[in-house]
C-alpha cells in the first residue's frame, strides 16, 4: 500500500526536474554593494521595516541613517485603495479591489542608478457583506499583510536580478 504513494510522488518529482522547475533562491548581496540604507519619507512604514530584515537576511550589512556613503533603497512612495467593485440592489458596495503600490529605486553608494525608478501595484479582490462586518475588517487586514510581504519579495527579486546581472566595467 506504501509503494502505490511513494511511487506518484516520485512521478511528480520527476517530472517537475524534467521540465526545468527549481525553486527560486532568495536574494543573495554581492559583497562589493557594502552597507544598505532604505529611505523613505516614512521611516516608521511596516514595508520599510520589512524590507530592511529582507536586507539583513539577504547578507546586507544596515547602514545608519546619517551615513550618504551606502548604497540605498529608496521608497518614493506607498499608497494603498480600497475600489468597489460590485454592488447590491440596495447600492451598498459588497466586492473591493485591495491595491498597494510602491515606487521605489536603488543605488550604489557612488550615487549610480542601478535599478531605476520604478512601480510595482497589487491587487486582491475581497468581498464585504455590509449586512455582516464583522469579518470584514479582519479580511482585509489578512490581505494587507499577504499584499506587503509580496510587495517586500517584488522589489528585492527586481534588485535581484539586477545585481545577478553582469555590470560593465569602465576601461
Not at 562589493?32 to 550589512?61: F, H, K, M, T
Not at 556613503?69 to 447600492?91: K, M, N, Y
Not at 557612488?110 to 455582516?132: K, M
Not at 470584514?136 to 527579486?157: D, F, H, P, V, Y
Request: charge should be negative; hydrophobic fraction near 45%.
Amino acid at each position: 500500500m506504501k509503494t502505490f504513494l511513494l511511487i506518484p510522488g516520485l512521478l511528480v518529482m520527476l517530472a517537475l526536474s524534467a521540465c526545468g522547475f527549481h525553486l527560486r533562491g532568495g536574494l543573495a548581496l554581492p559583497s562589493d554593494i557594502g552597507a544598505v540604507r532604505v529611505v523613505s519619507s516614512n521611516p516608521n512604514s511596516a514595508l520599510v521595516y520589512a524590507l530592511e530584515q529582507s536586507l539583513r537576511r539577504a547578507g546586507a550589512d544596515m547602514a545608519a541613517g546619517g551615513n550618504d556613503d551606502v548604497a540605498a533603497l529608496t521608497v518614493v512612495g506607498e499608497r494603498w485603495g480600497d475600489t468597489p467593485i460590485s454592488v447590491d440592489q440596495f447600492g451598498r458596495a459588497q466586492e473591493f479591489t485591495l491595491r498597494y503600490a510602491v515606487i521605489f529605486r536603488f543605488e550604489d553608494a557612488d550615487g549610480e542608478v542601478l535599478v531605476p525608478q520604478q512601480a510595482i501595484e497589487l491587487s486582491r479582490d475581497y468581498i464585504s457583506v455590509p449586512t455582516a462586518s464583522s469579518g470584514t475588517e479582519g479580511e482585509r487586514e489578512i490581505l494587507s499583510r499577504e499584499l506587503q510581504k509580496e510587495m517586500t519579495a517584488s522589489i528585492l527579486r527586481r534588485i535581484g536580478t539586477v545585481l545577478k546581472a553582469p555590470r560593465a566595467v569602465a576601461p
